[in-house]
């Protein structure tokens, strides 16, 4: 199992950028590639971005392209989320989650962290 700590979350106004962090630990070796989803309540948990656990390669939902960037610091095993041109509708609780997928498009999560909120306002 994989342990996973999201930080970072906050209140921003719309525009403004906001930096989420996500620390792992446990049984790393097991997993191909870390993940960012979000969710807002009464919606499904939508998938956000992706970095292989080398951190060689991305892939990133379409609604964040351009605006967001997905990193990995490897020798801390943490990896990051930096949101830029933040909208109202990138309001969410933002998850972090370990992908055993060998495929860069396609996410299989095996565990999750808590999450974190972000909230844009208009």
């Known amino acids: 199992q994989v342990q996973l700590v999201e930080s970072g979350g906050g209140l921003v106004q719309a525009g403004g950028s906001l930096r989420l962090s996500c620390a792992a630990s446990g049984r790393t070796f097991s997993s191909r590639a870390m993940a960012w989803f979000r969710q807002v309540p009464g919606k499904e948990r939508e998938f956000v971005a992706k970095i292989t656990w080398s951190g060689g390669y991305t892939y990133y939902g379409d609604s964040v392209k351009g605006r967001f960037t997905i990193s990995k610091d490897n020798a801390k095993n943490t990896m990051f989320l930096q949101m830029n041109s933040l909208k109202p509708e990138d309001t969410a609780v933002y998850y972090c989650?370990?992908?055993?997928?060998?495929?860069?498009?396609?996410?299989?999560?095996?565990?999750w962290g808590q999450g974190t909120q972000v909230t844009v306002s208009s």
């Open positions: 989650a370990a992908d055993s997928s060998l495929v860069l498009r396609q996410v299989n999560p095996t565990d």
